[in-house]
T-cell receptor, first 112, second 110 residues
Framework: EDQVTQSPEALRLQEGESSSLNCSYT??????LFWYRQDPGKGPEFLFT???AGEEKEKERLKATLTKKESFLHITAPKPEDSATYLC?????????????FGTGTRLQVTL | DSGVTQTPKHLITATGQRVTLRCSPR?????VYWYQQSLDQGLQFLIH???????AKGNILERFSAQQFPDLHSELNLSSLELGDSALYFC?????????FGPGTRLTVL
């Protein structure tokens, strides 16, 4: 069974204090790993898809990286508007390819 | 704005009742997915439809059913509701691989 574990559960940063969120996964053949941002009571907002180990993608202050066992979401010089829950999900390459298995997320709070 | 719309935003009902949640995918997307998000379980995949046909089922209860219509909108029907069905229900659509989520329907069962 596919599994996704995210750490830490919660993270509090000061504005400008860079850090990384971790997503460890086990999947029977990875088709894709997805990062989403979710604000309270809202739908997840797509950020990145990573397909193979060594791949990196960047968007503004966020950079996602992928290895064979985990993915990191690096946040550089965060601002208060980056406060949200960040979700990681995996999509298996075999079987029900359409299904995403999500982790429980990292709640990020960025303070002034 | 993802381009995926869901109605209603909020739904309050009583145990034993039946409700229908509606989703319109992004223009051009043929796939619609339904997810349930509760506080203790995170986002759980329920079911996937592609161009009107069911493609995959996840942890969907027998009391729940879904369909996708010729205009590609989808409905999720929840019946014999229980207190534990209270949750956020999201629909997502995709064209290639990335799934784009709607704003969700918050269901409260009293």
């Amino acid at each position: 069974e596919d599994q996704v574990t995210q750490s830490p559960e919660a993270l509090r940063l000061q504005e400008g204090e860079s850090s990384s969120l971790n997503c460890s996964y086990t999947v029977s053949g990875l088709r894709g790993l997805f990062w989403y941002r979710q604000d309270p009571g809202k739908g997840p907002e797509f950020l990145f898809t990573l397909y193979s180990a060594g791949e990196e993608k960047e968007k503004e202050r966020l950079k996602a990286t992928l290895t064979k066992k985990e993915s990191f979401l690096h946040i550089t010089a965060p601002k208060p508007e980056d406060s949200a829950t960040y979700l990681c999900a995996v999509q298996p390459y075999t079987g029900t390819a359409s299904k995403l298995t999500f982790g429980t997320g990292t709640r990020l709070q960025v303070t002034l | 704005d993802s381009g995926v719309t869901q109605t209603p935003k909020h739904l309050i009902t009583a145990t034993g009742q039946r409700v229908t949640l509606r989703c319109s995918p992004r223009s051009g997307d043929l796939s619609v997915y339904w997810y349930q998000q509760s506080l203790d379980q995170g986002l759980q995949f329920l079911i996937h439809y592609y161009n009107g046909e069911e493609r995959a089922k996840g942890n969907i209860l027998e009391r729940f059913s879904a369909q996708q219509f010729p205009d590609l909108h989808s409905e999720l029907n929840l019946s014999s509701l229980e207190l534990g069905d209270s949750a956020l229900y999201f629909c997502a659509s995709s064209g290639n691989n990335e799934q784009f989520f709607g704003p969700g329907t918050r269901l409260t069962v009293l």
